[in-house]
């Protein structure tokens, strides 16, 4: 092999060799930068203990005077949902324990939270419902604080309907079926007076009876305006109602818009049940698509086999709108 060639191969493998030492040493480098760097951040970084925030159960009460009437206290919370200084830690079912990193004084909030229309995959702090507020709380770490929450409408919370069949008279209207069967109505009952009525809260509910030979009754609403149940488009309008029923009930929303066209927009249907349930049930989307000027009903609906006579009990009707 000639000598120019024996000594560019000698110097290509000298580089070669000098170029893995050389990348060696940098890896090599590299760990220790990498392993100092971990140890000087877990001496000023240390894992940090949290304080604990502890819910066992929601509380609920209502304003009844000369001026405010917001009926009777029923209500359905199923989850609660926790802020530490406007940032939200979770929601969760109770009773609620969890975690809350930040300690020392803060403040602590809550906000009481629904099944939207009865669907639990769809969970919401109710728009209603004031948030509950402990401010100057001391969090420490490591340490569990409880906390008893409760709740009230807020303020401008407007009632366009609120019947609990607590006065005398009801505010409820009623459509028979078709066949105008006698003993189709809506009754005024209480514990005294009806086996198994079981008030949920107050002193009454209604019943709703079906003459033996009947298949089919709805009771109707007053009549509200759009403008009225939405002066600001986008904003919440619900409907709350208890029930206890053996058969499902259909709850339907009726437009009426300024040429006479009316609409049947159906809203829930509930499962039958031995106990009472509540409901809220979302009427934001059919409102906010009607045109000026159109005008609403809510009614409930049944729908039974002949010669079966169902249970059907149904109280704290609520309206509600800002």
Request: charged share 20%.
């Amino acid at each position: 092999m000639p000598d120019f060639i024996k000594k560019n191969y000698f110097c290509s493998k000298v580089m070669a060799t000098n170029k893995r030492f050389q990348n060696k040493f940098i890896l090599l480098n590299l760990f220790i930068l990498v392993l100092f760097s971990s140890c000087s951040l877990l001496e000023t970084d240390p894992v940090k203990v949290p304080a604990y925030i502890y819910v066992p159960r929601l509380a609920f009460t209502t304003t009844n005077n000369s001026t405010t009437v917001e009926g009777e206290a029923s209500s359905k919370f199923v989850d609660v949902w926790i802020y530490d200084s406007g940032n939200l830690l979770g929601n969760i079912g109770l009773p609620a324990l969890i975690p809350d990193q930040k300690t020392g004084l803060t403040e602590i909030e809550f906000d009481a939270g629904i099944m939207k229309s009865g669907q639990d995959e769809s969970r919401i702090p109710y728009p209603f419902i004031a948030r509950q507020t402990f401010p100057n709380h001391q969090l420490s770490p490591n340490k569990t604080d409880t906390f008893y929450p409760v709740f009230k409408y807020m303020p401008q919370t407007k009632f366009e309907m609120n019947e609990g069949f607590e006065k005398l008279g009801a505010g409820v209207q009623f459509t028979y079926n078709s066949n105008n069967i006698a003993g189709d109505t809506i009754l005024k009952v209480s514990d005294s007076t009806e086996i198994n009525s079981t008030i949920k809260v107050g002193k009454y509910c209604g019943k709703i009876l079906m003459a033996p030979g009947s298949q089919f009754f709805e009771v109707l609403t007053n009549e509200f305006q759009k403008e009225i149940l939405q002066p600001v488009i986008g904003t919440p309008v619900y409907l709350e109602l208890d029930y206890k029923s053996d058969v499902p009930i259909n709850i339907i929303m009726w437009s009426r818009d300024q040429n006479g066209s009316v609409s049947v927009l159906p809203q829930l249907t509930t499962n039958p049940t031995t106990s009472w349930n509540k409901v809220y049930v979302c009427l934001d989307q059919d409102i906010i698509s009607a045109t000026p000027g159109t005008a609403f009903k809510i009614s409930f609906r049944i729908f039974k086999d002949i010669g079966y006579q169902p249970n059907i009990f149904i109280d704290n009707i609520k309206l509600l709108h800002f």
